[in-house]
């Protein structure tokens, strides 16, 4: 490819140079290749950047007015408009040449007047009389950004060309709701669409939407889509091929001052362009819900009217609306060593709390306790950090300890699953016992100095020693860890018609609810050997023939206080 092209370049490059001075005398400035703009037709042009785009046209005699339409597609351009009179008529043998037309008239004497200039990148529209002594009349298209092309059409005449789809006076495209998926628009119909019957309509609505930018024009959506496309082409590319067409591309353009002619369009080959646009409504509806939308995300909707017919579309003034975010749920801060009580109110359905924790110092490790109080309910634990989760486990009647470890901050989750109509039915209802309005105790806690859960004793059942059950007391024994600890005993009298079912402590009731009247002593102890690490306790100071409700509760720095199971003893009547 490179020796064709060094080839091509050493037979052409010289001829081209020779073309220029054939067409031009020394004295005169070469001219463009002369393009006449057609009237009643769509004429697409190519702007390359920097570079003056020359359209030449004239008007019937009968013609009293006219209108320029010049839609740029995705980049602002600047355009002008102006007549050229010629003060006399061009000389017999100027018009024997071989030169166009404008070329022989820019020859002779002339005065040219501005008629109108735009700069932008929306549409715009010249609509004035004519001028009866112009000779030729000139449109001067540029674009100053990139190379880039526009639409121009030409309407002899009075009133509109019919060409174009009608907007209203208010073209604003208007929002009537907002939700965190979905959005819905509204904007005032098209006379193009309203005027005509349903059954001879060639019109449409289509509504896009993105989330970068409104357009001002059906042609810059398109580019930005097929941009976008290219991106994504050129993305899963592993290797490019290097050529030598941009070298060759850029001296071209040196070498030889051209354009490409430009083409009228037909409303066939426009109608199949308007065939892959994505449109999130279209039909003659003025109203639209575009579904399926990201929460929190900024989007921008545009309107179309598109003329299937003549491959023509007007753009609406679009909007831009933000969809709602997702409902974040409480999350309530643990302090501490707090001991909180969870209640589900909602025990019929499924329901969830959130909690976070930060635990002290910085080894950045913690201790998190908790124990279900609800009987039969089906609580479950997840515990997670920076959006990655840690564990998740359910949590019943029995203590459940979880180690936190590494993280500056924890999210805890507890989510409870509704009991079903058929427990209900059955009168499984479960209720919380001891008159209780939690359904999960939670505690948590800093851990300074340890590497791990704390142990817990072998056993949490209390035995109680009838050969050593006397009048007035009692003897009350129970496992215990190779820890040092604190025990507390509580007692209670049971009355004579108390049943024993309902006589024994509800297992989440701590010792924070209990009466100071009711604890009888409090006791260290520690054994290093688990298997002997067994601890009695005489109680006395009771009555004889009565019966009571014994209680040792594990007291601990960190985690909530380990409940034995409740005893129930009753004193000997004769001694």
Request: proline share 7%; aromatic share 10%; hydrophobic share 35%.
């Amino acid at each position: 490819s490179w020796c064709l092209g060094a080839a091509l370049a050493l037979l052409w490059g010289p001829s081209w140079p020779q073309v220029h001075s054939a067409l031009a005398p020394e004295n005169e400035v070469p001219l463009r290749p002369t393009t006449w703009l057609p009237e009643g037709k769509i004429t697409s042009v190519t702007l390359p950047k920097g570079r003056t785009r020359r359209l030449y046209f004239t008007l019937k005699k009968k013609a009293s007015a006219m209108s320029v339409t010049v839609s740029p597609c995705d980049l602002p351009i600047e355009w002008s408009l102006a007549a050229r009179t010629l003060k006399d008529k061009p000389l017999k043998s100027l018009q024997s040449t071989k030169k166009s037309v404008p070329e022989v008239w820019w020859q002779g004497p002339a005065s040219e007047e501005k008629i109108h200039n735009f700069a932008g990148n929306t549409v715009d529209t010249y609509q004035g009389p004519s001028y009866p002594p112009a000779s030729i009349y000139i449109l001067r298209l540029r674009s100053k950004q990139q190379n880039t092309r526009a639409t121009v059409f030409l309407h002899e005449g009075l009133g509109p060309s019919g060409i174009f789809p009608l907007l209203p006076s208010d073209p604003r495209v208007h929002t009537l709701g907002v939700g965190m998926t979905s959005v819905t628009l509204s904007w005032v119909p098209s006379a193009s669409i309203t005027s005509l019957p349903h059954t001879q309509n060639s019109y449409d609505y289509c509504v896009l939407v993105n989330s970068r930018q409104n357009y001002h024009s059906l042609c810059a959506a398109q580019q930005s889509m097929r941009k976008e496309n290219n991106q994504k082409q050129e993305k899963k590319e592993k290797k490019r091929r290097v050529t030598v067409w941009p070298i060759l591309k850029e001296w071209w353009w040196q070498q030889w001052d051209s354009f490409p002619e430009p083409q009228s369009s037909s409303p066939s080959s426009l109608t199949n362009e308007f065939a892959d646009l994505q449109c999130a409504c279209d039909g003659t509806e003025s109203v639209c819900t575009v579904s399926d939308l990201l929460p929190d995300t900024q989007y921008y909707f545009d309107v179309f009217v598109i003329d299937r017919l003549n491959g023509t579309s007007s753009a609406y003034k679009g909007t831009f609306a933000r969809t709602h975010e997702e409902a974040r749920p409480a999350i309530t801060t643990l302090r501490e060593g707090e001991l909180r009580w969870v209640t589900f109110h909602d025990r019929s359905s499924k329901s969830e709390q959130f909690f976070s924790f930060r635990p002290r110092g910085w080894q950045q490790s913690g201790l998190l306790t908790l124990q279900s109080c609800g009987g039969d309910e089906k609580v479950k634990v997840t515990v997670s950090s920076k959006g990655q989760v840690l564990t998740s486990q359910a949590v019943g009647g029995d203590l459940v300890h979880i180690w936190l470890q590494g993280s500056p901050s924890y999210l805890i989750h507890l989510e409870q699953e509704g009991i079903t109509s058929g427990q209900i039915a059955a009168g499984r209802d479960p209720a919380i016992p001891g008159g209780l309005m939690a359904s999960v105790k939670m505690q948590t806690s800093s851990a300074y100095h340890r590497r791990g859960v704390p142990s817990l004793p072998s056993t949490l059942q209390i035995k109680s020693f009838n050969r050593l059950r006397g009048c007035n007391s009692v003897t009350l024994a129970w496992m215990g860890t190779e820890e040092r600890s604190l025990y507390c005993v509580y007692r209670r009298k049971l009355g004579n018609r108390e049943a024993e079912s309902t006589a024994l402590t509800a297992p989440c009731l701590g010792p924070e609810s209990r009466s100071d009247t009711e604890r009888v002593l409090c006791k260290y102890f520690q054994e290093l050997n688990p298997r002997r690490a067994v601890t009695t306790a005489v109680i006395g100071g009771l009555e004889p023939g009565m019966a009571y409700v014994f209680d040792v509760y594990l007291m601990r720095r960190w985690g909530i206080p380990v409940k034995y199971a409740s005893k129930m003893v009753k004193t000997r009547k004769e001694c």
